[in-house]
């Protein structure tokens, strides 16, 4: 069984950064963001393999957010720039035991609580 934690999430205007960290509490293959704003259905954002040789990210977010990871320290990161009021969302970090990271959520095996993001105009 592994345990995600989120840490990162806030309250920033348009325009600005967050940078999400997820720490894992031991290692996993591949890493995913997902998102879920009120009233609507969780959706991918971003996910990387273990290597990070392989990364997807959703086209609402493609060359805004770019996930990463820290191996020795079983986290992985969300930094998301240029930030919309559209991302507001409670941001959930999830592990999967596939090699290659899925785009479906229900490709992913642990999830964590999830972080809150709010983007004001």
């Known amino acids: 069984q592994v345990q995600l934690v989120e840490s990162g999430g806030g309250s920033v205007q348009a325009g600005g950064s967050l940078r999400l960290s997820c720490a894992a509490s031991?290692?996993?293959?591949?890493m995913g963001w997902f998102r879920q704003a009120p009233g609507k259905e969780r959706e991918f954002v971003a996910a990387?393999?273990?290597?990070?040789?392989?990364?997807y990210y959703a086209d609402s977010v493609k060359g805004r957010f770019t996930i990463s990871r820290d191996n020795a320290k079983n986290t992985q990161y969300l930094q998301m720039s240029s930030l919309k009021p559209e991302d507001t969302a409670v941001y959930y970090c999830?592990?999967?035991?596939?090699?290659?990271?899925?785009?479906?959520?229900?490709?992913?095996?642990?999830w964590g609580q999830g972080t809150q993001v709010t983007v004001s105009s």
């Open positions: 990387s393999s273990r290597s990070g040789a392989h990364t």
């Open positions: 031991g290692p996993t293959f591949s």
């Open positions: 999830a592990a999967s035991k596939n090699g290659l990271p899925p785009i479906q959520a229900t490709g992913y095996d642990y």
